[in-house]
């Protein structure tokens, strides 16, 4: 039921906006009572936290799987894991539909990409630590978290607020990274 709910809020979310989505729509699609629905998520903040949370999982994986790729290269993972990230934005229906909804003051759900982003930063912060906590375990942990953050927040930003193309951001990303993390230059 969960995830039939949040295909339902994610496909209502990317039609119409998120300010337009209603419990009552959301529950019909998925073939459940409100009140049940209620109870799952707690009240469409709830719905929304769920939904966001969902979308960074997907792209956690994706990450997780491009840094992989490149087990002993630092460079080379940062690099392709931002690239990643830029392009399934970009990709993404959903953060679309958020980032370009936001302009048209529909901008319930940016919070949780911006003002409100601990748990997507979290994650992503988890996910980053672990990978570079088994290929360089020589770096210090409390810079190795300082960096990642520093890092995570930066790509975050860059996806809310794009300046340059993801090739290019994707190398001062990493650049940064690297001389924070003291892991040479690219």
């Excluded at 929304?48 to 460079?75: K, N, W, Y």
């Excluded at 003051?105 to 748990?119: I, K, Y």
């Excluded at 996806?159 to 892991?183: F, G, S, Y």
Aim: with cysteine.
């Amino acid at each position: 039921m969960r995830d039939r709910a949040l295909d339902a809020a994610r496909a209502l979310t990317v039609q119409k906006g998120w300010s337009r989505v209603r419990m009552g729509d959301v529950a019909a699609l998925t073939g459940v009572s409100r009140p049940t629905l209620y109870k799952q998520f707690g009240d469409k903040q709830g719905l929304g936290e769920a939904l966001i949370m969902e979308e960074t999982e997907r792209f956690l994986v994706g990450i997780s799987g491009t840094l992989e790729a490149h087990p002993q290269d630092a460079a080379g993972g940062i690099t392709a894991a931002i690239e990643y990230v830029l392009a399934e934005a970009d990709a993404s229906p959903l953060l679309c539909a958020i980032l370009t909804s936001a302009r048209d003051a529909d901008n319930e759900l940016l919070p949780m990409l911006t003002t409100r982003s601990a748990p997507v930063l979290d994650a992503a912060t988890r996910t980053l630590i672990s990978w570079f906590t088994e290929h360089f375990p020589q770096l210090d942990p409390q810079d190795l978290a300082d960096g990642v953050d520093a890092v995570v927040r930066l790509a975050v930003s860059h996806l809310v607020l794009p300046v340059d193309d993801r090739t290019t951001t994707a190398r001062r990303l990493t650049r940064i990274a690297l001389r924070t993390l003291q892991l040479g230059t690219v």
